[in-house]
């Protein structure tokens, strides 16, 4: 296999009015902004109480319980302040960022994400009314999602809340990134019964990887034609955890005697939300 490439992102949208409650759904799959959002002691009341209801939802379904986040929580509270300014419901307003872009302005790197709206007199009639709808439900009852976080802004009688989910996958430097790869590499060997590659360093292969962003597209092949590369890989998936699954049918990972890694993560047109662009090079 002299070159290869393989991208993976999950991402679909649907919307769903439901009744009285005005509730939408959407399913949608770092600089950073400081904390410094509060919700009011009568809403924060309120966002916990949700909180616990939809972990009560899952945990009875057989689901883990979700992590509460604060970045989550302030793209939900600035959303949600947006709704009740305006006094309807809507996923993005003109010129405000839609799901992935208002995730994405925090430090939470992520692979998925959804996001349930809704007005309502109270955090139960809220959750009431996610419960009995099928898309909101999905939401709250999908296992992939780990973290979430919530905003509640009182406008007269009603209560607008978003709730933000995300599959929150870990924040690496590209050294650790480039680690991760090497180890999915002789994780791999070690299965089949090889030894470990050895490991060539060569910090071209992380600005080739960074290019790869600013250019949007996962490409090795230009690799091929450097002193003693046999073949060039490339991927990209915003969870370490699955770099593995990359890698297991590349069959220079057994046939080789050495590689090399580069790794970046970063936000293109393509990935508003970022991910890891990974190349390695077989000699």
């Known amino acids: 296999m002299p070159g290869g490439a393989w991208e993976h992102r999950r991402e679909s949208v649907s919307t769903l009015p439901i009744g009285r409650l005005g509730v939408?759904?959407?399913?949608?799959?770092?600089?950073?902004?400081?904390?410094?959002?509060?919700?009011?002691?009568?809403?924060?009341?309120?966002?916990?109480?949700?909180?616990?209801?939809?972990?009560?939802?899952?945990?009875?379904?057989?689901?883990?319980?979700?992590?509460?986040?604060e970045w989550l929580a302030l793209a939900a509270r600035k959303h949600a302040e947006e709704m009740a300014r305006r006094g309807q419901l809507s996923h993005r307003f003109p010129g405000e960022p839609g799901l992935l872009d208002r995730i994405a302005a925090t430090r939470l790197h992520f692979d998925a994400a959804a996001e349930n709206v809704a007005f309502g007199s109270t955090a139960a009639e809220i959750n009431d009314g996610w419960?009995?709808?099928?898309?909101?439900?999905?939401?709250?009852?999908?296992?992939?999602?780990?973290?979430?976080?919530?905003?509640?802004?009182?406008?007269?009688?009603?209560?607008?809340?978003?709730?933000?989910?995300?599959?929150?996958?870990?924040?690496?430097?590209?050294?650790?990134?480039?680690?991760?790869?090497?180890?999915?590499?002789?994780?791999?060997?070690?299965?089949?019964?090889?030894?470990?590659?050895?490991?060539?360093?060569?910090?071209?292969?992380?600005?080739?990887?960074?290019?790869?962003?600013?250019?949007?597209?996962?490409?090795?092949?230009?690799?091929?034609?450097?002193p003693g590369v046999n073949a060039s890989f490339a991927f990209t998936d915003a969870d370490p955890a699955n770099f593995g699954s990359h890698l297991r049918d590349v069959a220079n990972v057994e046939t080789s005697n050495a590689f090399a890694v580069g790794a970046c993560f970063a936000r293109s047109s393509r990935y508003p939300e970022g991910t890891n662009w990974i190349v390695v090079t077989f000699y």
């Open 24 to 69: 939408i759904f959407v399913v949608l799959a770092c600089g950073g902004l400081a904390l410094a959002q509060q919700a009011a002691p009568e809403a924060a009341g309120a966002e916990q109480e949700l909180f616990g209801m939809i972990n009560h939802d899952r945990e009875q379904q057989g689901v883990s319980g979700l992590q509460w986040n």
């Open 131 to 226: 419960m009995h709808s099928p898309g909101h439900r999905a939401n709250i009852l999908e296992a992939k999602y780990n973290a979430i976080g919530l905003a509640m802004v009182r406008s007269g009688n009603a209560l607008y809340a978003v709730a933000d989910f995300a599959h929150s996958v870990p924040t690496l430097s590209s050294s650790d990134l480039e680690d991760a790869v090497a180890t999915a590499i002789n994780q791999v060997r070690a299965q089949r019964k090889l030894p470990a590659l050895p490991r060539r360093q060569d910090l071209e292969l992380r600005r080739y990887a960074c290019q790869m962003a600013k250019t949007n597209r996962v490409n090795a092949d230009a690799l091929l034609s450097r």
